[in-house]
């Protein structure tokens, strides 16, 4: 009789388990959902998008480009509060000629760069950013369009990279870091729940269509 009732407990404590593991998993996907529900009301023709439980996508128009706002996760680096990485990617009206790569406080370890696979290094400009590597494949950009506008995208310390290609312009900013006593413990990377304030991607977004402009000005 007490084999049975252990084994009817131990059945019970874990069908407890898995559903409360599915109604977090529920919940941390309905937490994610809504991260750029601030944002969507910015974008003309906004559209999310949101594959099983990673962090949605959103694309649409912003000031006569089309966008795409995307978020990842960033664990590889040991030792460290993983930040979670909001990638604000600006489709070009004009191919422009050359690259180029700006990366602040690189560690080698910023797997959603190009650049450490690309064959050409700038010195940074002294009035720049002196923390950074700057590459570029084969042909740089023409530096000297942007050369105002790249120490004020950088004053904010949440920017990490300027990404430009001949079609696209992408700026990686942290948007948030893990909850620091979850990531210390448990080593989860577990995200507040707080949405992703759309005063702070607006100005980024300018920033980027600013920079896109001046390069794509005169481009053949």
Do not use: C
């Amino acid at each position: 009789m007490i084999k049975i009732l252990v084994s009817v407990a131990i059945l019970l404590m874990g069908l407890w388990l898995i559903r409360q593991y599915l109604h977090d998993q529920r919940s941390i996907k309905h937490a994610k959902a809504h991260l750029f529900d601030e944002v969507l009301g910015l974008l003309d023709g906004a559209k999310l998008k949101q594959e099983g439980k990673d962090f949605p996508q959103v694309s649409g128009v912003f000031l006569g480009y089309e966008v795409k706002l995307s978020l990842i996760e960033d664990t590889v680096a040991v030792r460290k509060i993983p930040p979670l990485w909001l990638l604000i990617t600006i489709q070009g009206k004009t191919v422009i000629q050359g690259s180029f790569d700006l990366i602040v406080r690189p560690s080698n370890n910023e797997f959603y760069s190009p650049a450490w696979q690309w064959n050409g290094n700038l010195q940074v400009p002294s009035h720049w950013p002196q923390h950074a590597v700057i590459k570029y494949q084969d042909n740089l950009v023409d530096v000297a369009k942007i050369d105002a506008l790249v120490p004020q995208l950088f004053s904010d310390e949440r920017a990490k990279e300027l990404l430009i290609t001949p079609w696209v312009l992408r700026i990686t900013y942290m948007a948030k870091q893990a909850e620091r006593g979850e990531y210390l413990i448990m080593r989860n990377s577990v995200f507040s729940g707080e949405v992703i304030a759309v005063e702070v991607v607006e100005k980024v977004l300018k920033q980027a269509i600013e920079i896109r402009k001046l390069l794509e000005k005169d481009a053949v």
